[in-house]
C-alpha cells in the first residue's frame, strides 16, 4: 500500500493519490472498529461504579445507569457531544453469573453505536459507515476471536499434547500467548496508540471523579492510568477462568472444542461476579493480588495521553454527570 501511493504520488496529476489517501482513511477507521470490537469493548465494563467508559475512535464514551455520552475531537479541533439513554435489561436477568453476560450484550450494543458514531465523525458525508457494514465488522471480529483465540490454541496443544493434563496446559499457556501478543501487536499500530491515548485519559478522569476532584485538565492529569477495574483485568480473569473450566469439558477432540465455545457466555459470567467483587473488597491482599495482573497489562492497552485527549475525557463524563458533581 505505501509503496502503491509512492508511485501514484509522482503521477502528472494529484487526483489518483487524493482517492488512495481517502480509501486509507475509511480503510483505517474500519479497522480501529474491528480492533474495538475483537479486543477491546466487549469486557469493558466497570460494574461495581456510576460511571464505566471505553476509548472510541478519536474520543472516548462514559456511561452510567442511565445514559452513555460520546465525545470526540473532530478534525476542525472542536470538541462534539452525543447523549443518550443507555440500554437497561429487565429484572428477572439480575442473578449471579447471569446479569454479567446479559449486561455485557447491553453495554456492547452502546458501545457499538458509540462507536460508529465517533468514526463516522472523522469522515466526509460520502465516506461514513453504515449500519450494515458495523454489523458485517461485528460478525467477522466474533468469528476471528473464535479462531485466533479458542481454535487456534486448542488444535496446537492437541498436535503438540494429543489429550490429557500437558493438552489442556499447554491450550491455556498458548491461548495466553496470543492474547498478550496480539496486545503488543496492535499497540505498535499508531492509529492504535491513539485509541490507547484515550484509554488512559478515559481512566484518569474517571480516577479524578472518584477522589472528588474538580474535572479539570490540571487535576485529572496527576491521575493514574492504570485502572482496577478495567476491561483488561477482565480479560486476565476470562484467560485464567477459561484455562480452570476448560480442563473440566471431558469427551472426543470435538466435544472439546464445542463446550470451550459453549463456555464462553459462563466464563464472562464469572468473570464479571470476580470484577464485582474485587471492586467491593479492593483492600484485601488476595485481592489486590487478582487484579495486579491487569494493571501491568494495562502498560501494554493504555498510552499516557495529551491534554487536548484529556479534555475529551473530562467533557465525555460531565455529559453523564449531574452538573452539582463537577
Not at 142 to 171: M, T
Not at 260 to 278: D, V
Request: net charge positive; proline share 4%; glycine share 6%.
Amino acid at each position: 500500500m505505501i509503496l502503491l501511493m509512492f508511485v501514484l504520488s509522482r503521477l502528472p496529476s494529484g487526483w489518483w493519490y487524493k482517492q488512495v489517501l481517502k480509501l486509507r482513511k475509511i480503510r483505517v477507521q474500519r479497522s480501529l472498529i474491528f480492533l474495538s470490537i475483537t479486543f477491546k469493548y466487549i469486557p469493558h465494563l466497570k460494574p461495581s461504579m456510576d460511571i464505566g467508559g471505553q476509548a472510541v475512535i478519536e474520543g472516548v464514551m462514559m456511561r452510567n445507569r442511565k445514559h452513555f455520552a460520546v465525545a470526540v475531537r473532530l478534525p476542525s479541533g472542536k470538541i462534539r457531544v452525543k447523549k443518550e439513554n443507555s440500554r437497561h435489561f429487565p429484572a428477572i436477568f439480575e442473578w449471579y453469573f447471569i446479569r454479567g453476560v446479559v449486561g455485557l450484550g447491553y453495554a456492547l450494543i452502546d458501545g457499538l453505536n458509540a462507536l460508529l458514531w465517533s468514526s463516522n465523525q472523522q469522515l466526509a458525508k460520502e465516506e461514513k459507515i453504515s449500519s450494515s457494514e458495523i454489523s458485517v465488522t461485528l460478525l467477522f471480529s466474533f468469528v476471528a476471536a473464535i479462531v485466533l483465540f479458542v481454535i487456534v490454541p486448542f488444535f496446537s496443544a492437541r498436535y503438540l499434547a494429543g489429550d490429557g493434563f500437558l493438552f489442556n496446559a499447554l491450550d491455556g499457556l498458548f491461548r495466553f500467548v496470543i492474547v498478550i501478543g496480539y496486545m503488543v501487536a496492535i499497540s505498535f499500530m499508531d492509529d492504535v496508540k491513539r485509541l490507547f491515548q484515550y484509554h488512559g485519559a478515559e481512566h484518569k478522569a474517571i480516577y479524578c471523579y472518584e477522589n472528588k476532584q474538580m474535572l479539570t485538565v490540571n487535576n485529572v492529569r496527576q491521575f493514574s492510568r492504570f485502572h482496577p477495574r478495567c476491561g483488561t483485568s477482565f480479560i486476565f480473569l476470562v484467560l485464567i477462568v477459561s484455562i480452570i473450566l476448560f480442563s473440566f469439558i471431558p469427551g472426543v477432540w470435538w466435544v472439546k472444542l464445542v463446550g470451550r465455545i459453549a463456555a464462553m457466555p459462563l466464563i464472562a459470567g464469572i468473570a464479571y461476579e470476580l470484577i464485582k467483587l474485587s471492586s467491593t473488597f479492593q483492600s484485601n491482599i488476595l485481592v489486590k493480588m487478582l487484579i495486579q495482573p491487569g494493571l501491568w497489562l494495562q502498560r501494554i492497552t493504555t498510552k499516557e495521553p495529551t491534554d487536548d485527549q484529556l479534555e475529551v475525557g473530562i467533557a465525555a463524563l460531565k455529559a453523564v454527570l449531574p452538573k452539582e458533581s463537577f
